[in-house]
């Protein structure tokens, strides 16, 4: 037996302008942080394994949010969740400007985390709910790119601010960011989201036993806590390599140095379209191959190949993530948002790894050791791409 669901009112058309800008300030936050981790080491008096790890605890929430949300979501008006979750960040991400120690500072940015993946699961649910699936793949794409940009301009605006105001002024900016996408999201989404069919008597976590059953979803989940364990590793410590010789960047020029992720905002959209014409393990593998490629460059003392190098990581990363976020979608069969969340959860896990054991490895072995480990990360990942299937 199972409860009847609503019909869903006729959706607003919604651009992949509107939808990317959507994914840009639900997930401005997440790396922003990373790029004046050097900052904050010497604020706190951490070391960079310390603050790498605090300032990442934002994926634990992420984690735990992700798997929530997808199988409380059923329950939830997804327009409603993710203004209000959009909204709530801003008090976490207010309250970092005042953290009086690392342990605080850790757990403003869980909390952080659990508001943004909140957001991010409702708002991916709500996409393959309103979609067709072209239209969906088409909107994955804009939304991930959205988060590409995030990358791209919240670490340079966080690194410019903390560059001229200190690192304070920076965390009320975002604050200020959050609200506004909590505004964006109430005015451009349709109300009334449809509930999904609940069949009586099941547990809240018939869901994630389901989907951890399919081997296809599984594959999926695997690859993308590895790439995210790989990104993490790869973008929290370069930036102390980049500040100490023979580069030694100001807190300014490290800011700058995120423009590398401009490429991955014209190559991430075209990740929907590329699954479609190769499959989506040829997509996942050569885009990870590609950046495995870059890795070697990082351990030049030359500023241009080490900027080619994490340009190549990042085009790589974040279009087999698109790629993998946009299968987990086609194939759960039922319930997606119980199988978005557990994807979410799966990956931010990864990124909570790999900023724990690539700092561990940074610390005591150095960035040559730390670039082999994130490489090898990235090469599970393709060897376990190998086996999706369209």
Same mark, same amino acid.
Not at 75 to 85: A, F, K, Y
Not at 221 to 237: A, C, D, E, R, V
Not at 253 to 275: K, R, Y
């Given at each position: 037996?199972?409860?009847a669901?609503?019909?869903?009112?006729?959706p607003?058309?919604?651009?992949?302008?509107?939808?990317?800008?959507?994914?840009?300030?639900?997930?401005?936050?997440?790396?922003?942080?990373?790029?004046?981790?050097?900052s904050?080491?010497?604020?706190?008096?951490?070391?960079?394994?310390?603050i790498?790890?605090?300032?990442n605890?934002?994926t634990?929430?992420?984690?735990i949010a992700?798997?929530?949300?997808?199988v409380?979501g059923r329950?939830?008006?997804?327009?409603? @969740?993710?203004w209000?979750?959009?909204? =709530?960040l801003?008090?976490?991400?207010?309250f970092?400007a005042?953290?009086? !120690?690392? =342990?605080?500072?850790?757990?403003?940015r869980?909390?952080q985390?659990?508001?943004m993946?909140t957001a991010?699961?409702?708002?991916?649910t709500?996409?393959?709910?309103?979609?067709?699936?072209t239209?969906?793949?088409?909107?994955?794409?804009?939304?991930?790119?959205?988060?590409?940009?995030?990358?791209l301009?919240?670490? #340079?605006?966080?690194?410019?601010?903390?560059g001229?105001? !200190?690192?304070?002024?920076?965390?009320?900016?975002f604050?200020?960011l959050?609200l506004? @996408?909590a505004?964006?999201?109430?005015q451009?989404?349709s109300r009334g989201?449809?509930?999904?069919?609940?069949?009586?008597?099941?547990r809240?976590?018939?869901g994630?036993?389901?989907?951890?059953?399919?081997?296809?979803l599984?594959r999926?989940?695997?690859?993308g806590?590895?790439?995210l364990?790989?990104?993490?590793?790869?973008?929290?410590?370069?930036?102390?390599?980049?500040?100490?010789?023979?580069?030694?960047?100001?807190?300014t020029?490290?800011?700058?140095?995120f423009?590398?992720?401009?490429?991955?905002?014209?190559?991430?959209?075209?990740? !929907?379209?590329?699954?479609?014409?190769? !499959?989506?393990a040829a997509a996942?593998?050569?885009?990870l191959? =590609?950046?495995i490629?870059?890795?070697p460059?990082l351990?030049?003392?030359?500023?241009p190949?080490?900027?080619?190098?994490l340009? =190549?990581v990042?085009i790589?990363t974040?279009?087999?993530?698109?790629?993998a976020?946009g299968?987990?979608g086609?194939?759960?069969?039922?319930?997606?948002?119980a199988a978005?969340?557990?994807?979410?959860?799966?990956?931010?896990c990864?990124g909570?790894?790999?900023?724990?054991?690539? @700092?561990?490895v940074?610390?005591?072995?150095?960035?040559?050791?730390?670039?082999?480990?994130?490489?090898?990360?990235?090469?599970?990942a393709a #060897?376990?791409?190998?086996?999706?299937?369209?």
């Amino acid at each position: 037996m199972a409860t009847a669901a609503l019909a869903p009112p006729r959706p607003r058309l919604l651009s992949p302008a509107t939808v990317g800008l959507i994914g840009f300030l639900t997930l401005v936050d997440l790396f922003a942080t990373q790029a004046i981790l050097p900052s904050l080491a010497r604020l706190y008096g951490v070391s960079a394994s310390a603050i790498g790890l605090a300032a990442n605890a934002s994926t634990l929430g992420m984690a735990i949010a992700g798997l929530l949300a997808g199988v409380l979501g059923r329950h939830v008006d997804r327009r409603q @969740g993710i203004w209000l979750s959009l909204a =709530l960040l801003a008090l976490p991400t207010a309250f970092l400007a005042f953290a009086p !120690g690392l =342990l605080t500072f850790a757990l403003l940015r869980i909390a952080q985390g659990l508001c943004m993946a909140t957001a991010f699961t409702l708002t991916l649910t709500y996409l393959s709910e309103r979609c067709s699936e072209t239209g969906a793949t088409t909107a994955l794409a804009a939304y991930v790119t959205g988060g590409v940009a995030s990358n791209l301009v919240g670490r #340079l605006t966080a690194a410019t601010i903390a560059g001229w105001l !200190g690192p304070s002024a920076s965390f009320l900016f975002f604050a200020a960011l959050n609200l506004g @996408g909590a505004a964006l999201v109430a005015q451009a989404l349709s109300r009334g989201a449809p509930m999904r069919m609940i069949e009586a008597g099941r547990r809240f976590w018939s869901g994630w036993a389901d989907h951890l059953a399919n081997r296809a979803l599984l594959r999926l989940y695997l690859i993308g806590f590895l790439i995210l364990f790989g990104f993490i590793g790869t973008f929290s410590y370069v930036g102390f390599v980049l500040a100490r010789p023979p580069l030694a960047l100001s807190m300014t020029a490290l800011g700058l140095v995120f423009l590398v992720f401009a490429p991955s905002m014209v190559t991430t959209p075209l990740a !929907g379209a590329a699954a479609r014409r190769i !499959g989506p393990a040829a997509a996942i593998v050569l885009s990870l191959l =590609l950046a495995i490629a870059g890795l070697p460059l990082l351990l030049s003392n030359a500023l241009p190949a080490v900027l080619i190098g994490l340009a =190549l990581v990042g085009i790589g990363t974040f279009f087999a993530q698109a790629v993998a976020t946009g299968q987990v979608g086609r194939t759960a069969d039922h319930d997606r948002a119980a199988a978005s969340g557990l994807y979410l959860s799966f990956y931010y896990c990864g990124g909570l790894a790999g900023a724990a054991a690539i @700092g561990q490895v940074f610390d005591r072995l150095g960035w040559p050791a730390a670039t082999l480990g994130i490489g090898l990360s990235l090469a599970l990942a393709a #060897l376990l791409g190998l086996g999706v299937r369209r």
